[in-house]
């Protein structure tokens, strides 16, 4: 994959966020749910009204995918996978951690990712066997080797979780709470994933794995982190759930978690 094309890539999406960013306010206040959910709905439809053409014709062979919930198996060939508005949630709500998420999927593997926050202005990018940067500066993820020390999170990824699930994430933070020195809990779960690239935390794992997580997971392997299911098995696009992590508490963390999510390590 090219660095012409994350140069291009990396552009749309800052345009995009200038786009959002106009639309955002740190006095954000919506009276109700129906508010909430047309604000949140209209800051997508913004972002990808930017993005779309964008994309479309920087890479014209690629199908479009905005569908930021989405999970399950995408067919062959090339994806741009959209998360317009990465934690529009808080953006709604006046808070600054909220993102535009970029990946570019060949068959089922990511192989461009952008990442941008625009109230920090930070630009993560990568390209699948080029590395990882912040704002141009290469990214390693930590260098910890016991979860004693260790900074993890997780985040509901999509909203209307079925009892049984809700149940498991509830599991999976009392295990790692007891394992691990903090976790954190919260959206959105690109920014997790970029802050492990970034070796700022030292995991993230995930029950509810969606597609547009891919540019997240691209960090995170171009810094140097692991990213399997939690069986320990190969990540997939398609998977139910994932961790990603710095190699030191990969094992340790999939040995805290085993068995939440249905799968064991081997």
Do not use: C
């Amino acid at each position: 994959m090219s660095q012409d094309l994350l140069t291009a890539t990396t552009a749309a999406v800052r345009d995009a966020g200038a786009r959002m960013l106009a639309r955002y306010s740190p006095g954000s206040r919506r009276p109700g749910l129906p508010e909430v959910l047309e604000s949140l709905h209209a800051n997508d439809a913004a972002v990808a009204e930017v993005l779309r053409p964008a994309l479309t014709g920087i890479r014209p062979q690629a199908r479009w995918l905005d569908d930021e919930h989405g999970s399950g198996p995408l067919p062959a060939g090339e994806w741009w996978l959209i998360d317009p508005v990465g934690g529009n949630v808080n953006a709604v709500h006046g808070m600054p951690d909220w993102n535009i998420g970029v990946s570019l999927v060949r068959d089922g593997r990511p192989v461009l990712g952008v990442v941008y926050f625009p109230v920090p202005d930070e630009m993560f990018t990568a390209r699948e066997g080029g590395g990882a940067f912040l704002n141009g500066e290469p990214l390693r993820v930590s260098a910890k080797t016991s979860l004693a020390g260790a900074l993890t999170g997780t985040g509901q990824a999509q909203p209307g979780h079925d009892a049984g699930l809700l149940e498991r994430m509830g599991t999976s933070f009392t295990a790692m709470a007891k394992a691990a020195l903090h976790v954190r809990i919260s959206v959105p779960v690109t920014q997790q994933l970029a802050q492990v690239a970034a070796g700022r935390l030292d995991l993230h794992w995930q029950l509810d794995n969606v597609r547009s997580h891919a540019a997240g997971v691209l960090l995170v392997q171009e810094a140097g982190g692991v990213v399997t299911g939690l069986g320990g098995e190969p990540w997939d696009i398609a998977g139910r759930s994932y961790l990603a992590a710095a190699p030191g508490v990969h094992a340790e963390a999939l040995k805290v978690l085993a068995g939440i999510s249905g799968s064991r390590p081997d």
